[in-house]
């Protein structure tokens, strides 16, 4: 009796944890359009402040170079991202050149 019910109640946490996850996300994407300056800033300083932490490793904890300055190019082509920020045209080269490599990081 006691493993089913173990095996329904962790599908339904997993559940009920999915659909906080959406809302959440759903509210950040309200916030982030209501306050759209505000978020290029935000989304600029991180943009920023990830490209020092990746030459920062690269410099003194002996990362791949080859990694860090293919993640460095992509976080560059993520900033030139802001300049139409918040309109996203998808089908312009450097969107599909973000995507690509973001697939190839992996």
């Known amino acids: ?8 109640s962790g599908y339904l946490v997993l559940i009920f944890l999915a659909i906080c996850m959406a809302c959440g996300l759903y509210y950040m994407a309200e916030l ?4 759209s300056r505000l978020t ?3 989304l600029m300083w991180s943009i920023i402040v990830v490209s020092v932490i990746h030459v920062l490793l690269l410099i ?13 190019g992509l976080h560059g ?4 991202f802001l300049k139409d920020f918040p309109y996203v045209n998808f089908g312009s080269p450097l969107f599909i ?6 697939l190839l990081t992996r």
Do not use: Q, S
């Open 97 to 102: 050149g973000a995507c690509g490599g973001r």
């Open 32 to 35: 982030a359009e209501e306050y």
């Open 1 to 8: 009796f006691f493993t089913p019910l173990v095996y329904a």
């Open 77 to 80: 082509v993520y900033f030139l």
């Open 60 to 72: 003194f904890d002996g990362f791949p170079w080859f990694a860090t300055l293919f993640g460095l």
């Open 40 to 42: 290029r800033k935000i």
